[in-house]
Structures are given as structure tokens and as C-alpha cells.
């Protein structure tokens, strides 16, 4: 699990982050900061669209824009929003990709801890990398 420093930093960046979400439809910014195992923190906002199926997560968002960046191995990912809410199934699957050992840290906009969990307890028997080489 993380040291509490490290938790209290990605909930922090993930807090500052989401005020600059783009999302007038749905009035639900979300705020995420993804923590790399080179120690960087790539943050990410949800970027919504008048088309609505081209809106993208937040957690997405930081995790491509780590991936753009060279980065394949994740520790941590933090996700505020208003009240908590959880990474939703896309968000899950693309995690997975990268390790089902990532700490996923939900918090509210408050900065308050709400869950503490890995990829692997919110996607259970999940497809990925392994199965395409059996
Ligand atoms: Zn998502």
C-alpha cells in the first residue's frame, strides 16, 4: 500500500486538477493524478463534448498522457470527484492494461479519502495482455 505522503500528494493533485475539467454537460468535473513508478504525477481531467460519446475520463486522460510520455508502470492513481464516485468500466479495462497491482485512492472534493483499493479489486477476471498470448 502507499505512504500516507504520497496519498495526501496524488489526492492534492488530483484535486487541483480537476478544476480545470471541461464539463458543462454533466456538471461532474473529476480530477485524477496518476502516480508512475518513475515518480512522476501526470494529472487529467474529464473533457466533455457536445457529441457526447467523444467525452473522455479523467483517468484516461492521465494515463495517455503518461503513456505519450514513455511511462508503462503505474503505482497509484487518485480520482475527486463531488462525492466519491468510482473510475467507471473503460477506465477500469485501461488500467488493467498496465497492472492490476495499481492503488486506485477515491476521494471526495473535500480531499477526504473515501476508498482504497487496486485495478484487480474493482476488475475482477479481467482481460489483458496475458490472454492474448495463450
Ligand atoms: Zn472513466
Same mark, same amino acid.
Request: aromatic share 8%; hydrophobic share 45%.
Given at each position: 500500500?502507499?505512504?500516507?505522503?504520497?496519498?495526501?500528494?496524488l489526492i492534492e493533485a488530483a484535486k487541483e486538477a480537476r478544476k480545470w475539467a471541461y464539463a458543462p454537460y454533466?456538471?461532474?468535473?473529476?480530477?485524477? &493524478?496518476?502516480? !508512475?513508478?518513475? +515518480?512522476?504525477?501526470?494529472? %487529467?481531467?474529464?473533457?466533455?463534448?457536445? #457529441?457526447?460519446?467523444?467525452?473522455?475520463?479523467?483517468?484516461?486522460?492521465?494515463?495517455?498522457?503518461?503513456?505519450?510520455?514513455?511511462?508503462?508502470?503505474?503505482?497509484?492513481? &487518485?480520482?475527486? !470527484?463531488?462525492? +466519491?464516485?468510482?473510475?467507471? %468500466?473503460?477506465?477500469?479495462?485501461?488500467? #488493467?492494461?498496465?497492472?492490476?497491482?495499481?492503488?486506485?485512492?477515491?476521494?471526495?472534493?473535500?480531499?477526504?479519502?473515501?476508498?482504497?483499493?487496486?485495478?484487480?479489486?474493482?476488475?475482477?477476471?479481467?482481460?489483458?495482455?496475458?490472454?492474448?498470448?495463450?
Amino acid at each position: 500500500m502507499l505512504v500516507n505522503e504520497v496519498r495526501e500528494s496524488l489526492i492534492e493533485a488530483a484535486k487541483e486538477a480537476r478544476k480545470w475539467a471541461y464539463a458543462p454537460y454533466s456538471q461532474y468535473p473529476v480530477g485524477a &493524478a496518476l502516480f !508512475t513508478a518513475s +515518480g512522476r504525477i501526470y494529472e %487529467g481531467v474529464n473533457v466533455e463534448n457536445a #457529441a457526447f460519446p467523444m467525452t473522455i475520463c479523467a483517468e484516461r486522460v492521465a494515463i495517455f498522457k503518461a503513456v505519450s510520455e514513455g511511462e508503462r508502470e503505474f503505482r497509484a492513481i &487518485a480520482v475527486v !470527484t463531488k462525492n +466519491g464516485g468510482s473510475p467507471c %468500466g473503460a477506465c477500469r479495462q485501461v488500467l #488493467a492494461e498496465f497492472g492490476l497491482e495499481t492503488v486506485v485512492i477515491i476521494a471526495d472534493e473535500e480531499g477526504r479519502l473515501r476508498r482504497e483499493t487496486t485495478v484487480a479489486e474493482l476488475l475482477p477476471e479481467s482481460f489483458g495482455p496475458p490472454d492474448l498470448d495463450r
